[in-house]
């Protein structure tokens, strides 16, 4: 069981039985009245939000959820397809159900897989990923206001923004979680 004092975004809980994904939570103190908290969860399964609110300390339950280390192979347009690391099956999933970590997968690379009831229900990246930049505008000399950033594609064909002096390239660190620039990588 999880306390409402336990909740994080990325937590997985149960919820008049089905697994979701806390995707927003604000704790809330009133100035009259009991503290409550106010979230935004993904059902994990049908992949609908739904926006409750809980009241200070209220326990919820942990979905019955099965991890299992997978790598990715690839994609053929609609579905991806992931290698379990133990048993060497292969298994597809539809990209409905991976949302935005398809931005940041790459082939060959580790995930741990969650299995709901014996179905694949979403994928769990690495928390940090090295992707290199193939299309970014150059910096301009004196733009060196600080914090502005521009947008790059990675190898992917995903846009993330980054600094200024981040040229075409060069690797860099990606936050999975919120797919925001970390740092280059030094070869």
Avoid: C, W
């Avoid at 409905?96 to 990246?125: M, Q």
């Amino acid at each position: 069981m999880y306390s409402t004092n336990q909740f994080r975004r990325g937590l997985k809980i149960e919820v008049d039985g089905d697994p979701y994904n806390i995707v927003y939570f604000q704790h809330v103190k009133p100035g009259k009245g009991n503290a409550f908290v106010r979230t935004k969860l993904k059902n994990l399964v049908t992949g609908n939000v739904l926006e409750k609110t809980f009241k200070s300390g209220e326990k919820v339950g942990k979905p019955d959820l099965e991890k299992n280390a997978m790598q990715y192979m690839y994609s053929d347009g609609e579905d991806y397809n992931f290698m379990n690391l133990t048993t060497y099956e292969s298994i597809m999933i539809p990209a409905e159900n991976l949302g935005d970590a398809t931005n940041f997968l790459k082939e060959n690379i580790d995930v741990e897989v969650l299995f709901y009831k014996g179905s694949a229900i979403d994928i769990e990246l690495p928390t940090f990923l090295n992707f290199v930049i193939t299309q970014t505008d150059p910096g301009v000399r004196g733009d060196t206001v600080s914090g502005s950033t521009k947008p790059a594609t990675i190898e992917t064909g995903a846009v993330v923004q980054v600094p200024l002096f981040v040229e075409e390239g060069e690797k860099i660190r990606i936050d999975t979680r919120t797919g925001d620039y970390v740092e280059r990588v030094k070869e």
